[in-house]
């Protein structure tokens, strides 16, 4: 996390820092340093695989209403946004969010999956209403696929055998808006940024290399960021 951060402000501090790129509201590139709260929901959409030995443990221990739940985190974010014009940009973020999935329902209190790490690959198309002052509101959507690292399996899942666990990689779709607002004629200016992802990886659990269980979640986060901004 310490070495995500030192790369944002590095990033931030090369383009304020450079001569040549003369800061300006009017700018073709504007980077944003931002601190992110990621929200998801991480609810079972599907059980589309159990196997009978785990089926019959969970009825002996009188769970028959499963869900799970995603924690949330908070991340910063690099954010880099080219304007074909001043209502229109493409722009792509750079962060990595790290969470556990616990159990919910019958499983309340249960540790299902551990660590894991989710890189969210975005490109969003956005456009800006010109409003005349500093004051921009602008809406986006574009792409993204969320790339899945080190998950592990929890507490309770090796209780019950597991030894591995393996959550795919998603493409799905971002839905985005917010705000930018210059301080004045020298590129510098606040940001405030939601998204809403929508998103269905699914999750394998192993035990003695042999599949146990596999499910569908709607991990589904919002994205929620605020921050500076450099436009030049």
């Given at each position: 996390?310490?070495?995500?951060?030192?790369?944002?402000?590095?990033?931030?501090?090369?383009?304020?820092?450079?001569?040549?790129?003369?800061?300006?509201?009017?700018?073709?590139?504007?980077?944003k340093v931002l601190g992110t709260a990621v929200l998801p929901d991480g609810g079972i959409?599907?059980?589309?695989?159990?196997?009978?030995?785990?089926?019959?443990?969970?009825?002996?221990?009188?769970?028959?209403?499963?869900?799970?739940?995603?924690?949330?985190?908070?991340?910063?974010?690099?954010?880099?946004?080219?304007?074909?014009?001043?209502?229109?940009?493409?722009?792509?973020?750079?962060?990595?969010?790290?969470?556990?999935?616990?159990?919910?329902?019958?499983?309340?209190?249960?540790?299902?999956?551990?660590?894991?790490?989710?890189?969210?690959?975005?490109?969003?198309?956005?456009?800006?209403?010109?409003?005349?002052?500093?004051?921009?509101?602008?809406?986006?959507?574009?792409?993204?696929?969320?790339?899945?690292?080190?998950?592990?399996?929890?507490?309770?899942?090796?209780?019950?055998?597991?030894?591995?666990?393996?959550?795919?990689?998603?493409?799905?779709?971002?839905?985005?808006?917010?705000?930018?607002?210059?301080?004045?004629?020298?590129?510098?200016?606040?940001?405030?940024?939601?998204?809403?992802?929508?998103?269905?990886?699914?999750?394998?659990?192993?035990?003695?290399?042999?599949?146990?269980?596999?499910?569908?979640?709607?991990?589904?986060?919002?994205?929620?960021?605020?921050?500076?901004?450099?436009?030049?």
């Amino acid at each position: 996390m310490r070495k995500i951060m030192m790369l944002a402000a590095l990033g931030a501090a090369t383009a304020i820092t450079t001569p040549a790129l003369a800061g300006s509201p009017e700018g073709k590139i504007q980077v944003k340093v931002l601190g992110t709260a990621v929200l998801p929901d991480g609810g079972i959409d599907k059980i589309k695989y159990i196997d009978a030995g785990l089926a019959g443990t969970l009825t002996d221990m009188g769970v028959t209403d499963v869900d799970t739940r995603a924690n949330d985190n908070v991340v910063p974010t690099l954010a880099i946004e080219y304007f074909f014009s001043n209502s229109i940009s493409v722009e792509t973020i750079c962060c990595f969010t790290q969470h556990h999935v616990n159990g919910d329902a019958d499983l309340t209190g249960t540790n299902l999956v551990n660590h894991v790490l989710i890189l969210p690959a975005t490109l969003t198309a956005k456009f800006h209403l010109d409003t005349g002052g500093p004051i921009k509101p602008y809406v986006g959507a574009g792409p993204a696929l969320f790339l899945v690292f080190d998950e592990k399996p929890g507490s309770t899942a090796k209780a019950l055998g597991v030894d591995k666990v393996k959550m795919s990689n998603s493409l799905g779709v971002a839905l985005q808006g917010g705000v930018d607002i210059a301080l004045g004629d020298n590129g510098f200016g606040l940001s405030l940024d939601a998204k809403k992802y929508f998103m269905k990886p699914t999750a394998k659990f192993y035990a003695a290399g042999t599949k146990v269980l596999e499910t569908k979640h709607d991990l589904d986060p919002w994205v929620l960021s605020a921050g500076v901004s450099y436009r030049f």
